[in-house]
């Protein structure tokens, strides 16, 4: 059996969550895997509690919805109690930005808060680019995509005129990542 | 024969697309270059994605202010020459029902795809149905035929999107891509080959337009090419004049829509089976129901379980040798579904074997655990 890896995004629509799982599921497509994804829609992608899922596989996925995240990636408090009941088996993951969620401890869970929305609003002075600091920061600390694919997914699917920002905020994403380990 | 190998319309290789985007880029690949449409949802994607497309190849997009309007605009268009698409979900293909009875009765290639939401009526806007199996079949007036297809993945929200253009020249019929919200808002990997094979309806300079061909599909020119070109919704004869009150034209008629696709039932239906071969709870599933379907059966194949699954690909016309033959060799057929049981229905009535239908209508799919849980009960 190759590697099957299941990721939950979430946290306040308009934070970028749907665009951060897909440009994630796309630069899983750029490292040659299978990928699948789905996204909340419709009235509670624009507002309240937002959720994006993307499973990256070594092979074909035959159901392709989140049964048990391997990683969660919470961006706001909401997000973070109603999704963290799912987690805490040994070797799963979350990463959380810090500036928005007080975690909860549970035992044998490793959870890592990052600065990603402050990094975004001080070095590049627009909070919106959050979601890319934190995709960096995935790639980085978890390796479930790599560097180049990530980079050239942001390319692909954000437009040119944010293209520049967006790939500085994964820039500063990976090195924030780098620093952890 | 009219069947050729053209260039994909994207680079041969992998892509991140949703199932909505997916379809699009069929209908594009297979030379679909006039669309209209109005506005759904779960379906919208899809007119977006051919509005910027169709700038791109050169194709004609409009949203019409209706589904009974763009449904005609889109037969009339097939009369021109071109390949023909429309989409919309549940509410709005009720109201192309009236199109689609016309389009089958006149022999008019057309693509509808219809992304499914929870019914009935505007129902669940958001949430996933799968409730306009019999819609498809049955919607419109009087016996008729038509082709109706349901996809599981990315994939073949593109690939059957191909398919159901190939179907629809080939037949002269209306071929519906009946997929559901869960698939149309999926996004997964799509894989673009260099090159794929479609197939252009038969042209035949002096041919009657209306009358049998070797396989009952009769030959179909466009309106500005040259033919005399009478086209009805009423009885007519070979050649497209209305006769309202023979028995003979219309007895020939009804029985000619109805065996071209009946008889040629082998070339269209599709099927997979997994695990069939020596089981004993055998599950009919269909749509984002196959693949909760699968995942569960290979779970309980791993426990040694003996159970197994047929998937349907094609639902119009029904695999009724297929479910027959199924009926004969399993124990009890299981059959999970989004809407109160309308394909097990259709079971039912080809094999005598024991039907259990899994009927659930909450606007989620259903889950593989579920599927496991029930199966478990029956085993």
Known sequence: ?181 | MAWKEVRSALPAGNYYYSGNEAAAEGAIAAGCRYYAGYPITPSSEIMEWIAVRFREVGGVFIQMEDEIASLSSVIGASWAGAKAMTATSGPGFSLMQEGIGYAAMTETPIVIVDIQRAGPATGQATRVGGGDIMQAKWGSQGDYPVIAISPWSVQEMYDQTINAFNLAERYRVPVILLAEQAVGHLRERMNVVEKIAIFNRRKEKGAAPFGAGDDGVPPMPAFGEGEKLLVTGSSHDDYGLRKVADPLVQARLTARLHNKIVNNREEIIQHEDYYAEDADVIVIAYGFTARSSLFAVEAMRREGKRVGMIRLKTIWPFADSLIRDVGSRAKKIFVPEMNRGQVAGEVMKYTCCDIIPYNQTDGEVIHPNTIMGELRRLL
Not at chain 1, 16 to 36: E, R, S
Not at chain 1, 45 to 65: K, L, T, Y
Not at chain 1, 73 to 82: F, L
Not at chain 1, 144 to 153: D, F, G, H, Q, T
Request: proline content about 3%.
């Open chain 1, 1 to 181: 059996m190759g590697e099957i890896k299941q990721i939950r995004l979430c946290g306040l629509g308009g934070q970028g969550i749907v665009l951060g799982g897909t440009i994630l599921g796309y630069a899983g497509i750029n490292d040659g895997k299978w990928v699948a994804g789905s996204s909340s829609y419709g009235a509670e992608a624009r507002g309240s509690a937002c959720r994006s899922e993307v499973i990256i596989s070594d092979e074909p996925i035959i159901f392709p919805h989140v049964t048990r995240p391997d990683i969660l990636i919470a961006m706001s408090q909401e997000a973070y109690d109603k999704y963290i009941k799912d987690m805490g088996r040994d070797g799963e993951t979350v990463i959380y930005d810090e500036q928005m969620v007080c975690t909860k401890e549970i035992s044998g869970l490793r959870q890592l808060g990052f600065p990603a929305g402050s990094v975004a609003t001080k070095e590049l002075e627009n909070k919106l680019v959050a979601n890319m600091v934190i995709l960096g920061i995935v790639a980085e600390v978890t390796r479930i995509v790599s560097r180049n694919a990530l980079l050239s997914a942001i390319e692909k699917n954000v437009p040119e005129r944010f293209r520049a920002l967006n790939l500085r905020a994964a820039e500063l994403g990976l090195a924030l990542g780098r620093a952890q380990k």
